[in-house]
């Protein structure tokens, strides 16, 4: 498990989500566990029986840039190199650029203006497929 996910079970088991568990790359919530609303986090989520299976991403923004003046993101959230828009699972990237999503099937494009949109294909419904 990698550091951000077991920060993810300790914050989740912390604030009380008492049925969250690791498995793999994903944080499980199953009978009374629901999936919580969380700031700064993205997240995708499986279903099967009365657990959803779900992989969490920091919002964050970049930590390194690759430019000597960065200016501020369209939406004033986060600094980028001239020419980069959008920040995605604390990377930025520049208009019509794609890229993987964070549930590791989909794919995404920057947008002029800043904003992200993804495919919306069907997730694997195999649980060792979407979590591993």
Request: charge should be negative.
């Amino acid at each position: 498990m990698n550091i951000f996910m077991y920060t993810c079970v300790l914050w989740l088991l912390y604030i009380g989500f008492k049925g969250a568990v690791g498995y793999g790359e994903c944080v499980v919530f199953c009978g009374n566990g629901k999936v919580p609303n969380a700031t700064d986090v993205m997240f995708a989520c499986i279903k099967k029986g009365d657990c959803s299976y779900c992989r969490f991403a920091p919002n964050c923004c970049p930590d390194q840039l690759s430019c000597n003046t960065p200016i501020s993101s369209p939406d004033e959230r986060c600094l980028v190199c001239p020419g980069e828009e959008c920040v995605y699972d604390g990377n930025s990237y520049p208009p019509k650029e794609t890229f993987d999503s964070i549930d590791g099937t989909n794919t995404c494009t920057c947008k002029t203006g800043g904003s992200v949109t993804c495919t919306e294909e069907s997730l694997p419904s195999s649980v060792s497929e979407f979590c591993n």
